[in-house]
Each structure stands twice: as structure tokens, then as C-alpha cells.
């Protein structure tokens, strides 16, 4: 055989072998919790091109001898969080401009913002990120992964909705004003293209304009979005602060298609929380102190709780920092407050993946969806768990030995210990 040839060969063939061992992962575990069904006790995920081919016990499943393996036998696996809404990851923000309904996040998400990286570092796989709370129309959000180097590669969907607020930065009737203002200025508007249009085809069917003409003014850039917002193309997400928005909320709810992201302060709202026909985002703030004016006793109050009596089903936000920048911090307090553990976890992923319209991709671990987890030390809850390893569509993202962030903080800490020790001897 041709010497030349033979070393082609080879390197084709290793080449086919390396390109087929890395679309096909094995990972191993001590427990899979898929969220759709019974755990799975030292399992087994197979992985193939980004997708979940197969999840059951090592001793049932045979592991093809090209995957690459991912051993992790004395871990937990589990889906990856993920957040139907939240304002990190961007350059900057538009709500020194409240009224600007044509921009998109897709302009101001920086990749390499640690705001992304910290998410990893708590096992989010997918964020919805939409404009802040100190707006009118906002702008629209987009899904994305926390992982990429440029937008394009974080990109999940686009167009996912307008960002609205009732958050008042002086008066909570004249934001309201406001609001209907602008959403009148489109009305007014569209009903005014849409007469220029039937006056267009009127001419045209009485021969003033050539037959072959056809009508093409289009929507102004600057207001399209906000026509899709009112002709319910697209779905608005209207922050509402408190209890004393929410009338207002409900009202436009009626005229528009809107998800609400709820605040604090909803303990007065039981009646009103009754009558959300569907699933909420609630604020990163899900506990909270009320003094009651007569008694001068506080009270604590948890909004997935109240949410909860009230039948509505609800999604979990993370802060960029603080205690409610965890996971199990937030889950752990729905627990506190009697929700289930169950309805907890799913606050942040089959709520949330549903809310999207994701879910038959994300939120649980099924054959078929996307090959995306985060493998922990332990229990969820438990906030001694640390994630260990984020895989995203079978690709392996963030791992926590090499995570540098880490490295530094705890090369600090022991050079700071040993200078401690060093002086106590001295």
C-alpha cells in the first residue's frame, strides 16, 4: 500500500474517531434527577450532538466505546436553572429613555460580562434577558445561554417579547397615565396607516393608481414592535411593583397579551392574585417584612407562598448578587414558607421552559431534548452543594476545578491563612 496513502488514511480515520467521540457523551452519576419522571440511582446520560439519547442505570445502558466519558459517580445531575426573566449581561441600560420601544438587548448583551459567567457558577443554563424595571416600553428581550463568545452564539431565540413597567419613579397614577398614553400613540397610529392602506386600495379599484402598483409603505422601524404589541403579535412582560398596580395590570392584560414579573409587597393582593389566569415571574425579593400600622408588630411574608394559595403558578428569579443571587437560597425559602420541593425546583425549570415556550427543549431531562445539565455535589437545597460541571448541549461549559474566578479567591484566602499563621508564631 501506498505509504502516503496509508498515513492519509489514518489521520482521516483518527480524525472521524475524534469528531465522533466528541458528539457522543457518557456521563456518569449517582443520581439523575430528571424532573419528569423517578430518579435514576447510579445512572447514566448518553449525549449525542447536543441531545439526550438515552438516561438509565449504568448496568442497563451500554456505553458506546466512542463516547468521551464523563465520570462522575458520586455526583447529583440535573437539569439546568432557568430564568424566564432578568436585566444582567448588558453593557448598559435604556431607562434613562423609558419610552423606547424599537431597541433590543441584543444591542447591549456583552459576552463576556461576569454576570454570565456567575450563572454558570450556579447552574443556569438559559436566560430570558429583557430590559430593567425603570421603564415604560422598554425594548425587547432575548433568550440566551450563558456561553459564547459573541451574541450570535449565545442567541437561543430572539424576539421573545417588550418589556413593560409600572414602576413609578415619582407618581403611581401618572406612570399609569403614561402607559396608556403610549399605548393610545400606537393605536392611533396603526389605525391611521391602516386607513392610509384602505384609502390606497380604494383609489386603486377606481383606476387613480396604476393595477400593477402595490402598496408599500411599511410600519415604522420605530414602531413595529410596538404594533406587534398591540395587534398581541408579540407578548409584553409588565413589571408591576406591588399590590397597588396590579388593577391597573389586570386591565391591560385585556387588551394585550402580558406575562406579569410581580415585585414584593402582594400580601394586601389575595383577590386580585386570583383572578392571573397564567404563570408569573416573581422578583429576585420573594421575602418580606410588612409593619402592621396598628399594631406595630412586623410580619413576614414569602410572594411564592402567597402565590401559591392563590392557585397562580409562579417562576423564580436570581438577583446579581446577595443571598437571592443562589438557587438554593431561593428554593430553600419556598420550602421554609410549605411549598413543596417539587414545586420549588420547578419554579426554575419546567415553569420557566414552559413560560418560553421551550419546554419540549429544556426543563427536564428527557431523550430528545437538549443536552443540558449541571452536575452537583450534592442535594439542591443544600447550601454546602456546589455545581461541580455545566454541560450545554453536550458540551461541556463551566467546570469548577478550573473555574479561575475560584482559583484566585482561594489562592487569596490561603495566602492570607498562612500570613495569619506566620504572625501568630512570630
Known amino acids: 500500500m501506498n505509504p502516503t496513502f496509508l498515513r492519509f488514511a489514518i489521520a482521516s480515520a483518527a480524525f472521524a474517531l475524534s469528531a465522533l467521540s466528541q458528539d457522543l457523551v457518557a456521563i456518569k452519576a449517582k443520581t439523575i434527577h430528571t424532573l419528569s419522571g423517578p430518579a435514576v440511582t447510579d445512572g447514566v446520560i448518553l449525549l449525542q ?44 441600560s435604556n431607562e434613562s429613555m423609558q419610552n423606547v420601544p424599537w431597541l433590543t438587548v441584543a444591542d447591549a448583551i456583552d459576552p ?64 399609569i397615565r403614561e402607559m396608556r398614553r403610549a399605548i393610545a400613540d400606537v393605536r392611533d397610529y396603526l389605525a391611521d396607516y391602516e386607513r392610509r392602506k384602505a384609502e390606497f386600495e ?69 383577590a386580585l392574585l386570583a383572578k392571573i389566569k397564567s404563570p408569573v415571574v416573581l422578583d429576585a425579593t420573594i421575602e418580606y417584612l410588612e409593619t402592621d400600622p396598628e399594631t406595630r408588630e412586623e410580619q413576614q411574608f414569602c410572594s411564592a407562598k402567597l402565590c401559591q394559595d392563590a392557585g397562580v403558578p409562579f417562576a423564580l428569579s436570581l438577583s446579581s448578587g446577595g443571598p437571592t443571587s443562589y438557587p438554593w437560597w431561593q428554593l430553600g425559602t419556598c420550602v421554609r414558607h410549605g411549598i413543596s420541593r417539587s414545586q420549588a425546583i420547578a419554579a426554575l425549570t419546567t415553569v420557566p421552559a414552559k413560560m418560553l415556550g421551550l419546554d419540549d427543549q429544556l426543563g427536564t431531562l428527557d431523550e430528545g431534548k437538549l443536552g443540558n445539565l449541571q452536575i452537583l455535589t450534592g442535594d439542591p437545597l443544600q447550601a454546602t452543594t456546589w455545581v461541580d460541571m455545566v454541560v450545554l448541549e453536550g458540551e461541556v461549559v463551566y467546570e469548577r476545578s478550573k473555574d479561575p474566578r475560584l482559583q484566585y479567591l482561594f489562592e487569596a484566602a490561603e495566602e492570607a491563612a498562612a500570613g495569619t499563621s506566620k504572625g501568630e508564631k512570630q
Not at 54 to 59: L, M, N, T, Y
Not at 131 to 154: E, H, Q, Y
Not at 230 to 249: M, N, T
Open 49 to 92: 450532538n447536543g441531545r439526550i439519547k438515552a438516561i438509565g442505570k449504568q448496568d442497563e445502558i451500554e456505553i458506546p466505546w466512542a463516547a468521551k466519558v464523563i465520570d462522575k459517580s458520586d455526583k447529583v445531575v440535573m437539569p439546568t436553572w432557568v430564568l424566564a426573566h432578568c436585566a444582567g449581561g448588558m453593557r448598559g
Open 112 to 175: 463576556a460580562s461576569a454576570y454570565f459567567e456567575n450563572m454558570l457558577r450556579n447552574g443556569v443554563g438559559t436566560l430570558h434577558v429583557m430590559p430593567g424595571n425603570r421603564t415604560l416600553m422598554g425594548g425587547t428581550g432575548m433568550v440566551v445561554r450563558p456561553s459564547g463568545r459573541t451574541v450570535a452564539d449565545m442567541t437561543v431565540a430572539a424576539g421573545t417579547g417588550m418589556k413593560l413597567s409600572l414602576q413609578a419613579s415619582r407618581s403611581r397614577l401618572q406612570k
Open 202 to 270: 380604494q383609489e386603486k379599484a377606481a383606476g387613480a393608481i396604476p393595477a400593477d402598483k402595490e402598496w408599500d409603505q411599511e410600519i415604522d422601524r420605530k414602531k413595529k414592535a410596538a404594533v406587534e404589541l398591540i395587534e398581541k403579535k408579540l407578548r409584553g412582560w409588565l413589571y408591576v411593583p406591588s399590590y397597588a398596580e396590579l388593577g391597573e395590570a389586570l386591565r391591560l392584560a385585556q387588551e394585550l397579551d402580558l406575562t406579569f414579573v410581580l415585585g414584593s409587597n402582594l400580601d394586601e393582593a389575595h
